[in-house]
Protein backbone atom coordinates (compact mmCIF):
# COMPACT_ATOMS: atom_id res chain seq x y z
CA UNK A 1 0.00 0.00 0.00
CA UNK A 2 1.14 3.21 -0.99
CA UNK A 3 0.72 4.66 2.17
CA UNK A 4 3.20 2.48 4.07
CA UNK A 5 5.66 3.64 1.59
CA UNK A 6 5.27 7.04 2.65
CA UNK A 7 4.86 6.41 6.60
CA UNK A 8 8.27 4.12 5.86
CA UNK A 9 9.89 6.64 4.07
CA UNK A 10 9.11 9.13 7.15
CA UNK A 11 10.87 7.17 9.28
CA UNK A 12 13.64 5.63 7.18
CA UNK A 13 14.81 9.69 6.38
CA UNK A 14 14.21 10.59 9.95
CA UNK A 15 11.88 13.92 8.48
CA UNK A 16 9.62 15.02 10.93
CA UNK A 17 6.00 14.90 9.16
CA UNK A 18 2.78 14.53 10.95
CA UNK A 19 -0.14 13.06 9.94
CA UNK A 20 -3.37 15.40 10.40
CA UNK A 21 -6.54 14.21 12.57
CA UNK A 22 -9.76 13.43 10.97
CA UNK A 23 -11.28 17.07 11.36
CA UNK A 24 -7.96 18.81 9.84
CA UNK A 25 -8.33 16.11 6.49
CA UNK A 26 -11.87 16.89 6.27
CA UNK A 27 -11.10 20.74 6.46
CA UNK A 28 -8.66 20.08 4.15
CA UNK A 29 -10.81 18.33 1.46
CA UNK A 30 -13.45 20.88 1.86
CA UNK A 31 -11.35 23.51 1.19
CA UNK A 32 -10.03 21.89 -1.86
CA UNK A 33 -13.24 21.65 -3.06
CA UNK A 34 -14.62 25.16 -2.46
CA UNK A 35 -11.74 26.91 -3.31
CA UNK A 36 -10.21 25.48 -6.14
CA UNK A 37 -13.13 23.00 -7.22
CA UNK A 38 -10.88 19.75 -6.97
CA UNK A 39 -12.41 17.05 -5.53
CA UNK A 40 -9.84 15.55 -3.86
CA UNK A 41 -11.36 12.50 -2.71
CA UNK A 42 -12.15 11.16 -5.98
CA UNK A 43 -10.39 8.93 -8.37
CA UNK A 44 -7.78 11.11 -10.64
CA UNK A 45 -9.17 14.18 -9.97
CA UNK A 46 -6.68 15.50 -12.56
CA UNK A 47 -8.83 13.67 -15.29
CA UNK A 48 -11.97 15.56 -14.29
CA UNK A 49 -10.51 18.66 -14.11
CA UNK A 50 -12.38 21.57 -16.99
CA UNK A 51 -8.88 22.78 -18.70
CA UNK A 52 -10.02 26.53 -17.64
CA UNK A 53 -9.50 25.38 -13.66
CA UNK A 54 -6.07 23.48 -14.48
CA UNK A 55 -3.57 22.92 -16.36
CA UNK A 56 -0.64 19.97 -16.58
CA UNK A 57 2.53 19.58 -18.79
CA UNK A 58 4.32 16.26 -19.34
CA UNK A 59 6.98 16.19 -16.98
CA UNK A 60 9.01 13.38 -16.42
CA UNK A 61 11.27 15.02 -13.33
CA UNK A 62 7.77 16.65 -12.20
CA UNK A 63 7.61 14.58 -8.66
CA UNK A 64 11.29 16.26 -8.57
CA UNK A 65 9.88 19.47 -9.58
CA UNK A 66 6.64 20.06 -7.06
CA UNK A 67 8.68 20.39 -3.73
CA UNK A 68 10.80 23.37 -5.52
CA UNK A 69 7.41 25.49 -6.11
CA UNK A 70 6.71 24.37 -2.01
CA UNK A 71 10.13 25.77 -1.51
CA UNK A 72 10.51 26.76 2.38
CA UNK A 73 6.89 27.01 2.89
CA UNK A 74 5.12 24.21 4.33
CA UNK A 75 2.65 21.86 2.89
CA UNK A 76 0.83 19.17 3.06
CA UNK A 77 1.01 16.05 0.72
CA UNK A 78 -1.50 13.13 0.43
CA UNK A 79 -2.10 10.28 -2.36
CA UNK A 80 -5.06 10.00 -4.37
CA UNK A 81 -8.47 9.84 -2.17
CA UNK A 82 -6.90 11.95 0.66
CA UNK A 83 -7.35 9.36 3.12
CA UNK A 84 -3.96 10.48 5.12
CA UNK A 85 -2.60 13.96 4.90
CA UNK A 86 0.86 14.71 5.74
CA UNK A 87 2.02 17.92 7.11
CA UNK A 88 5.89 19.16 5.73
CA UNK A 89 7.81 21.63 7.15
CA UNK A 90 9.44 22.58 3.45
CA UNK A 91 9.46 21.20 -0.09
CA UNK A 92 13.29 19.88 1.03
CA UNK A 93 11.61 17.29 3.56
CA UNK A 94 8.94 16.40 0.85
CA UNK A 95 11.57 15.83 -1.55
CA UNK A 96 13.51 13.71 0.45
CA UNK A 97 10.58 11.35 1.55
CA UNK A 98 9.66 11.30 -2.02
CA UNK A 99 13.29 10.60 -3.30
CA UNK A 100 12.95 7.48 -0.36
CA UNK A 101 9.82 6.17 -2.19
CA UNK A 102 8.55 4.16 -5.64
CA UNK A 103 7.02 6.59 -7.85
CA UNK A 104 3.53 6.99 -6.83
CA UNK A 105 1.07 9.60 -7.56
CA UNK A 106 0.68 12.13 -5.20
CA UNK A 107 -0.73 15.88 -4.70
CA UNK A 108 0.71 18.76 -2.64
CA UNK A 109 -0.96 22.06 -1.46
CA UNK A 110 -0.54 24.55 1.02
CA UNK A 111 -3.19 24.68 4.81
CA UNK A 112 -5.34 27.42 2.84
CA UNK A 113 -5.40 25.16 -0.81
CA UNK A 114 -4.35 28.41 -2.69
CA UNK A 115 -2.89 25.84 -4.89
CA UNK A 116 -2.97 21.66 -5.39
CA UNK A 117 -0.06 19.92 -7.39
CA UNK A 118 -0.26 16.47 -8.60
CA UNK A 119 2.13 14.30 -10.11
CA UNK A 120 0.25 11.35 -11.66
CA UNK A 121 1.52 7.97 -13.22
CA UNK A 122 1.79 9.50 -17.13
CA UNK A 123 4.57 11.80 -15.77
CA UNK A 124 2.38 14.93 -15.76
CA UNK A 125 1.96 17.59 -13.23
CA UNK A 126 -1.15 19.54 -12.44
CA UNK A 127 -2.00 22.85 -11.05
CA UNK A 128 -4.82 24.34 -9.69
CA UNK A 129 -5.53 27.59 -8.07
CA UNK A 130 -2.02 29.56 -7.53
CA UNK A 131 0.23 26.81 -8.84
CA UNK A 132 -1.17 27.76 -12.53
CA UNK A 133 0.94 29.84 -14.07
CA UNK A 134 3.88 27.65 -12.49
CA UNK A 135 3.63 24.76 -14.31
CA UNK A 136 2.19 26.38 -17.15
CA UNK A 137 5.94 27.97 -17.27
CA UNK A 138 7.34 24.28 -16.68
Same mark, same amino acid.
Given at each position: ??? %??? $??? !???????? #???? #?? #???? !??????????????????? %??? /? $????????? /?????? !??????????????????? !???? $???? %????????? /???????? %?? #??????? $?????????????? /??????
Amino acid at each position: MNH %DHI $SSA !IASTGVQA #EVLN #EA #ERRS !IVISALDRLGVDVTSRAPW %DRA /P $SAQSVGRQK /PDGWEL !IPKYVGTSQCLMFLEGARS !IWKF $SCGT %DLLRVLEDC /PALEFYVC %DE #EASYLLC $SNHHDFIVGWGAAL /PWVARC
